[in-house]
T-cell receptor, first 114, second 115 residues
Framework: SQTIHQWPATLVQPVGSPLSLECTVE??????LYWYRQAAGRGLQLLFY??????ISSEVPQNLSASRPQDRQFILSSKKLLLSDSGFYLC?????????????FGPGTRLTVT | AQKITQTQPGMFVQEKEAVTLDCTYD???????LFWYKQPSSGEMIFLIY??????QNATEGRYSLNFQKARKSANLVISASQLGDSAMYFC????????????FGSGTQLTVLP
C-alpha cells in the first residue's frame, strides 16, 4: 500500500532563516506531487505541483520554491522566511495518467515563523 | 475559473442523527470531479468520497453519501448516524481536468457532534 511521509512535524523558525520541508511517497511510481498551505481556520491553497522529476509548476508567486530531485521526493524550500509563511503545510500525491482522481495527503508540517 | 462555496462555517448535530453539509460549485467544464475530505484536529486530510460529473448515481461510501444535483451545481455531503469521531473540519473540493488534476478547495465546515 502507498504511504506518504512528511517531516518535520512541527517547526519554529525566525524571520529570515531558511526552510526545507521534505515529503516522500512509498509504494507507487511516478506520482503527481503537490504542496499546499493552510492558514489557521482556512481552506487549502495550492503552492506547487509536479508531474515528474525536475518538473515543477508554481501556482502562487512567493518566496518559496519546490524541487523534485527523485521520483518520490518533493521538497519545499525558502531562502528567507517571512512572518506570512506561517501555516500548516501539506504534501499530497495522486497516481499518474489513468489513475483515479483523488489526492492523498501526508500528516503535514506546522510552521511558525517568529 | 473554478470556485467552491461552503456556506456553513459551523454545524452541530446530535449523535446518531444525520447531517448534511452544503457545497456549491462553479465551473465551465463539462468533465469534472467533486470530492469531500475530512480534517480532524490532528490536521491530516482524509479522503471520504468522490463523484464524477458524468456519474448518474450519487456516490456512497459507508455512512457517507454525496447528494449530487448537477443542474443546481451542488454536491452536498450527507453523514448518516453521526458519531462523536465525526467531529472535524470538512472540505469540499473540485478537480481541474486540464491542470494535472489538482484540486480547488472550499473554505470548509466545522462539524461538531454532540453526545
Amino acid at each position: 500500500s502507498q504511504t506518504i511521509h512528511q517531516w518535520p512535524a512541527t517547526l519554529v523558525q525566525p524571520v529570515g532563516s531558511p526552510l526545507s520541508l521534505e515529503c516522500t511517497v512509498e509504494g507507487t511510481s511516478n506520482p503527481n506531487l503537490y504542496w499546499y498551505r493552510q492558514a489557521a481556520g482556512r481552506g487549502l491553497q495550492l503552492l506547487f505541483y509536479s508531474v515528474g522529476i525536475g518538473q515543477i509548476s508554481s501556482e502562487v508567486p512567493q518566496n518559496l520554491s519546490a524541487s523534485r530531485p527523485q521520483d518520490r521526493q518533493f521538497i519545499l524550500s525558502s531562502k528567507k522566511l517571512l512572518l506570512s509563511d506561517s501555516g500548516f503545510y501539506l504534501c499530497a500525491w495522486r497516481g499518474g495518467a489513468g489513475s483515479s482522481y483523488e489526492q492523498y495527503f501526508g500528516p503535514g508540517t506546522r510552521l511558525t515563523v517568529t | 475559473a473554478q470556485k467552491i462555496t461552503q456556506t456553513q462555517p459551523g454545524m452541530f448535530v446530535q449523535e446518531k442523527e444525520a447531517v448534511t453539509l452544503d457545497c456549491t460549485y462553479d465551473t465551465s467544464d463539462q468533465s469534472y470531479g467533486l470530492f469531500w475530505y475530512k480534517q480532524p484536529s490532528s490536521g491530516e486530510m482524509i479522503f471520504l468520497i468522490y463523484q464524477g460529473s458524468y456519474d448518474e448515481q450519487n456516490a456512497t461510501e459507508g455512512r457517507y453519501s454525496l447528494n449530487f444535483q448537477k443542474a443546481r451545481k451542488s454536491a452536498n455531503l450527507v453523514i448518516s448516524a453521526s458519531q462523536l469521531g465525526d467531529s472535524a473540519m470538512y472540505f469540499c473540493a473540485m478537480f481541474r481536468p486540464r491542470s494535472a488534476r489538482q484540486l480547488t478547495f472550499g473554505s470548509g465546515t466545522q462539524l461538531t457532534v454532540l453526545p
